[in-house]
C-alpha cells in the first residue's frame, strides 16, 4: 500500500510561484508513475504532469517528465530520492491554475506518453492540497 502525503500550495497573486511537494512511503516497487493532478468544482480531475521514478531503488536514471501544455514552461518537477518526494515547481502561476491539487501513484508501472494524464490509470491518491492565484 503506497501512501502519499502532500504539502505546500496555498494562495499567490497572479505572476508568482508556489510549490508542491509529495511524499511517499510504503513503497517496495521497483518502479513508479508519479503524478500531479488539479481539479475545480464541477470538472473532471487533470493530469498537470507526470515522471517515472525509482524512489526506494539504489539504481535509477532519470525519466523525462511529462506535462499538460497548459502548464509545459511555466511548472517543472523535481525529485529527491533521499526522501521519496516528487516536487511541483509552479510559475508564472495565473488565475487559470487555482484548484486542488492531487498527487498520485502508479506502482509497477513507467509513465506512458499515451496515458499519464488519465486518473483512472492511478490507484493511489493523496488527500490534496489547495493552491489558489488571485488575479
Known amino acids: 500500500q503506497v501512501s502519499l502525503v502532500e504539502s505546500g500550495g496555498g494562495s499567490v497573486e497572479a505572476g508568482g510561484s508556489l510549490t508542491v511537494s509529495c511524499a511517499a512511503s510504503?513503497?517496495?516497487?521497483?518502479?513508479?508513475?508519479m503524478g500531479w493532478f488539479r481539479q475545480v468544482p464541477g470538472k473532471e480531475r487533470e493530469g498537470v504532469a507526470a515522471?517515472?521514478?525509482?524512489?526506494?531503488?539504489?539504481?535509477?536514471?532519470?525519466?523525462?517528465?511529462y506535462y499538460a501544455d497548459s502548464v509545459s514552461g511555466r511548472f517543472t518537477l523535481s525529485q529527491d530520492h533521499g526522501k521519496s518526494t516528487l516536487t511541483l515547481r509552479m510559475n508564472r502561476l495565473q488565475p487559470e491554475d487555482t484548484a486542488m491539487y492531487y498527487c498520485?501513484?502508479?506502482?509497477?508501472?513507467?509513465?506512458?506518453?499515451?496515458?499519464?494524464?488519465?486518473?483512472?490509470?492511478?490507484?493511489?491518491w493523496g488527500q490534496g492540497t489547495q493552491v489558489t492565484v488571485s488575479s
Open positions: 510504503g513503497y517496495g516497487f521497483d518502479r513508479i508513475c
Open positions: 515522471v517515472t521514478t525509482h524512489f526506494g531503488s539504489p539504481y535509477y536514471f532519470d525519466f523525462a517528465p
Open positions: 498520485a501513484a502508479r506502482a509497477r508501472y513507467e509513465c506512458e506518453s499515451g496515458s499519464w494524464w488519465a486518473p483512472t490509470r492511478y490507484q493511489y
